[in-house]
C-alpha cells in the first residue's frame, strides 16, 4: 500500500488561501499522476484537480478554475494545491491522489489515497 501524506489543511474566512501539500514515496511520485478530490458532509467524494507525472498537463473541475492550481516538485517527492478566493462552498475534507495512469485526469477514483485533511472555510 502506498502512503500520501497530506498536510495543510485549516480553517480561513472566505476570500483567503491555503495551500494543501501532499508527499509520497520518491518511488510512486515519479511514475504516477497526482491529483486532489474532496468529500463535503453528506455528499460524495468529488475530482478537485490532477497533474499527470511529468507536469506538463493539469485539469480541474470547473467550480475552481481560475481559483486553484496544482503542482508538483520533484525534489521533495510533493504536489500542491494552492487555493485561492475560498468560498464556503469548498468546506470539505480534501485527499491526496496518485494513479499509474501517467495521463489520469480524474475521471474515476485512483488506485491510491491520502488519508484526508480538513478544510473549512467561514462566511
Known amino acids: 500500500q502506498v502512503q500520501l501524506e497530506e498536510s495543510g489543511g485549516g480553517l480561513v474566512q472566505a476570500g483567503g488561501s491555503l495551500r494543501l501539500s501532499c508527499r509520497a514515496p520518491e518511488r510512486t511520485f515519479s511514475s504516477h499522476a497526482m491529483g486532489w478530490f474532496r468529500q463535503a458532509p453528506g455528499k460524495e467524494r468529488e475530482f478537485v484537480a490532477t497533474i499527470n507525472w511529468i507536469g506538463e498537463s493539469t485539469y480541474y473541475t470547473d467550480s475552481v478554475k481560475g481559483r486553484f492550481t496544482i503542482s508538483r516538485d520533484y525534489a521533495k517527492n510533493a504536489v500542491y494545491l494552492q487555493m485561492n478566493s475560498l468560498k464556503p462552498e469548498d468546506t470539505a475534507v480534501y485527499y491526496c491522489?496518485?494513479?499509474?495512469?501517467?495521463?489520469?485526469?480524474?475521471?474515476?477514483?485512483?488506485?491510491?489515497w491520502g488519508q484526508g485533511t480538513q478544510v473549512t472555510v467561514s462566511s
Open positions: 491522489a496518485a494513479d499509474p495512469n501517467r495521463a489520469y485526469s480524474g475521471a474515476y477514483y485512483p488506485r491510491y
